[in-house]
């Protein structure tokens, strides 16, 4: 079957936080939203149909977590990236965040030290600070228009108190797959200082050849025994709203440790909709996905490209994976603030701020790609004209 990703689609008044929530997050509603990390393509039909299955049957009342859920997970995993998963280390949570605090709370003590690895995705920060732990930023280093982790200062970084490390892979927003290589290093300094792994592998399914996403449990004995790996179909088929994320936990005690306080908090009940979409994503998925990138690298073209005619004093920084684009403003010498109130006011274009996600954000914007080219087109011809326009005052 061939997927329509042009077509346009109203998402106004269908509660919405991307198209409906504009006021609250940037002062207008007059804006073409390009910013949260949901996409403006339809959910796939075999989900819709799985749903419409399920609503079909009038009872929906508790449900739990059936051994066809979690096989369509773990089958995933092993189909699409040659990785191997049991049932027994698999938690079902209400969502990525939910699961990585718990993960803090269950693991760490109110006073120990989490690094992570700004520019990164901004919930990160509050999740350390509000669970009273001590945030360590180890900053990704900018070299030649591309990121790579500070293993040096993240070594430096390191002191007793130090108990855990959070990692986006892929990381958002700078879109950096990280290699093998890389992880391996990174495991190494954690083995040797004895810091557990928390990895945010949500958009882990969003890789533009030829690089390729590696599994942080993969790494070594160490990393499969001292991480916790988060995973959920939400980013990769646009759903979610529905709510139903994994923790991958092989370690027993650990598992074991998360697990209870899960349970304290009454995280165990299932999202009747959420396991529905959950199963159908992962189970007919990979069709409608190789059509989704190759739509959304031709997204990336297509924005390089305009830059580069257009105003090429705007850089995009090459992503490697996810529908979120990290585009460099620093040579247009504005403050952030400033940048801003042009996107918003005068281009009526919403991009998520650089700051938010570290101040080593700061002259940079996020951009999502993922939506129909022509909406694509006309948020590039705002920015451009309003910026030009900027610059002839």
Same mark, same amino acid.
């Not at 207008?28 to 799985?50: K, N, R, S």
């Not at 004093?313 to 010498?333: C, H, M, N, Q, R």
């Not at 274009?349 to 700051?355: A, D, E, F, I, Q």
């Given at each position: 079957?061939?997927? /329509?990703?042009? *077509?346009?689609?109203? !998402? ?18 007059? %804006? @073409? ?10 959910? =796939? ?8 299955? !399920?609503?079909? #049957? ?41 699961? $990585?605090?718990?993960?803090?709370? +269950? ?7 989490? $690094?992570?690895?700004? =520019? ?12 009273? !732990?001590?945030? &360590? ?20 970084? %390191? ?6 490390? %959070? $990692?986006? /892979?892929? #990381? ?13 290093? @990174?495991? +190494? ?17 969003? &890789? ?22 988060? &995973? ?6 646009? %759903? ?14 650990? !598992?074991?440790?998360?697990? +209870?306080? +899960?349970s304290r908090l009454h995280l165990d009940n299932g999202n009747v909709f959420g396991t529905v979409a959950f199963e159908a994503a992962y189970t007919h998925g990979e069709e409608w996905l190789n059509q989704l990138m190759i739509y959304l690298k031709s997204n990336v073209e297509l924005v390089k490209s305009y830059f580069a005619e257009n ?15 990290? @585009? ?20 009526? &274009? ?17 951009? /999502? ?18 910026? *030009? ?5």
């Open positions: 079957m061939q997927y /329509n990703f042009d *077509k346009i689609i109203d !998402r106004k008044n269908t509660n919405s936080v991307k198209h409906d929530a504009l006021q609250t997050f940037f002062g207008t509603d007059d %804006i @073409l939203p390009l910013w949260v990390a949901d996409m403006d393509f339809e959910t =796939p039909d075999f989900i819709c149909e799985a749903l419409k299955k !399920r609503v079909d #049957h009038p009872i929906y009342a508790y449900t739990y977590f059936s051994e066809d859920f979690y096989q369509s997970l773990i089958n995933w995993m092993k189909n699409k990236h040659n990785h191997r998963i049991e049932p027994s280390w698999l938690k079902v949570t209400p969502g990525v965040l939910t699961g $990585i605090s718990v993960a803090i709370m +269950a693991l760490t003590n109110p006073g120990d030290k989490i $690094i992570i690895q700004p =520019p990164v995705y901004h919930p990160f920060f509050h999740l350390v600070k509000s669970n009273d !732990r001590v945030l &360590v930023q180890n900053e990704l280093l900018f070299e030649d228009g591309n990121y790579r982790m500070d293993f040096d200062q993240l070594e430096k970084s %390191i002191d007793q108190d130090t108990k855990m490390i %959070i $990692i986006s /892979n892929p #990381h958002n927003p700078v879109g950096r797959v990280w290699t093998k290589d890389e992880l391996k290093k @990174l495991v +190494a300094i954690c083995e040797k200082n004895k810091i557990l792994i928390i990895a945010d592998e949500i958009h882990s399914d969003i &890789v533009f050849e030829p690089h390729q996403y590696t599994p942080i449990a993969s790494i070594s004995s160490y990393a499969h025994n001292n991480s916790l790996t988060f &995973v959920a179909p939400s980013k990769t088929f646009n %759903i979610a709203g529905l709510g139903t994320s994994v923790a991958i936990i092989p370690h027993k005690k650990l !598992r074991k440790q998360f697990i +209870a306080l +899960a105003l090429p004093a705007i850089k995009v920084v090459e992503p490697e994976g996810t529908y979120l684009l990290w @585009l460099d403003f620093s040579a247009l010498k504005l403050e952030d603030e400033k940048l801003h109130q042009i996107l918003v006011d005068d281009a009526k &274009v919403g991009l998520n701020k650089g700051l938010s996600f570290g101040l080593n954000g700061s002259n940079f914007m996020r951009l /999502n790609i993922g939506s129909p080219q022509a909406v694509i087109l006309e948020g590039l011809e705002r920015m451009v004209s309003a910026l *030009k326009r900027y610059e002839r005052v």
